[in-house]
T-cell receptor
Framework: NAGVTQTPKFQVLKTGQSMTLQCAQD?????MSWYRQDPGMGLRLIHY???????DQGEVPNGYNVSRSTTEDFPLRLLSAAPSQTSVYFC??????????????FGPGTRLTVL | AQTVTQSQPEMSVQEAETVTLSCTYD???????LFWYKQPPSRQMILVIR??????QNATENRFSVNFQKAAKSFSLKISDSQLGDTAMYFC???????????????FGQGTELSVKP
């Protein structure tokens, strides 16, 4: 199993450009999520999905869009990049439910810089 | 809303000694999970230990153990026999138990940067 994969690992954008951060998992997890990590603030939830076709907003959703057309993939779209979106982005996945099998597996992260 | 607070931005410990990282949280929920994640310089998030709130017994994983005080809403991590490879950022995280099919949203603390010195 590859686990959770993210591409690209690094990206530099100019203000106003758009791009998509890719996330894929091969563990058949229902739950997937995107976090951003900023210095001194820990990780904050952007968007999450409890299954194909279902997405919802997290703590800091503004400026980001997501979709979930398959169980495996959960891309994060920046429609018009802003310097405030400079951050490290993590994708995570887990089983969904209350059984305790809810450990979230994280991807390696994408470091995004917006100039 | 739930919040997680780690009041120690940085800590250091000598190799082979013991160190305790603090975490407090605020919630009105009765059933939840608490986690400690490790983030080494590679940036990878690694689960260190997990505690279910309904369990009174403190979780342990080899050299890592927690002191879970539910009434005080405290969840500290003790690392025994510290090793150089323990050098990392450590995050405390809270997750509310949701109904089946809703997964879980993690709420993270700000992190504690731990340095293990030879």
């Amino acid at each position: 199993n590859a686990g959770v994969t993210q591409t690209p690992k690094f990206q530099v954008l100019k203000t106003g450009q758009s791009m998509t951060l890719q996330c894929a998992q091969d563990m058949n997890h229902e739950y997937m999520s995107w976090y951003r990590q900023d210095p001194g603030m820990g990780l904050r939830l952007i968007h999450y999905s409890v299954g194909a076709g279902i997405t919802d907003q997290g703590e800091v959703p503004n400026g980001y869009n997501v979709s979930r057309s398959t169980t495996e993939d959960f891309p994060l779209r920046l429609l018009s990049a802003a310097p405030s979106q400079t951050s490290v982005y993590f994708c995570a996945s887990s089983y969904s439910g209350t059984s305790g099998h809810n450990e979230q597996f994280f991807g390696p992260g994408t470091r995004l810089t917006v100039l | 809303a739930q919040t997680v607070t780690q009041s120690q931005p940085e800590m250091s410990v000598q190799e082979a000694e013991t160190v305790t990282l603090s975490c407090t949280y605020d919630t009105s929920e009765n059933n939840y999970y608490l986690f400690w994640y490790k983030q080494p310089p590679s940036r990878q998030m690694i689960l260190v230990i997990r505690q279910e709130a309904y369990k009174q017994q403190n979780a342990t994983e080899n050299r890592f153990s927690v002191n879970f005080q539910k009434a005080a809403k405290s969840f500290s991590l003790k690392i025994s026999d510290s090793q150089l490879g323990d050098t990392a950022m450590y995050f405390c995280a809270f997750m509310k138990i949701l109904v089946l099919g809703q997964g879980g949203k993690l709420i993270f603390g700000q992190g504690t940067e731990l340095s293990v010195k030879p």
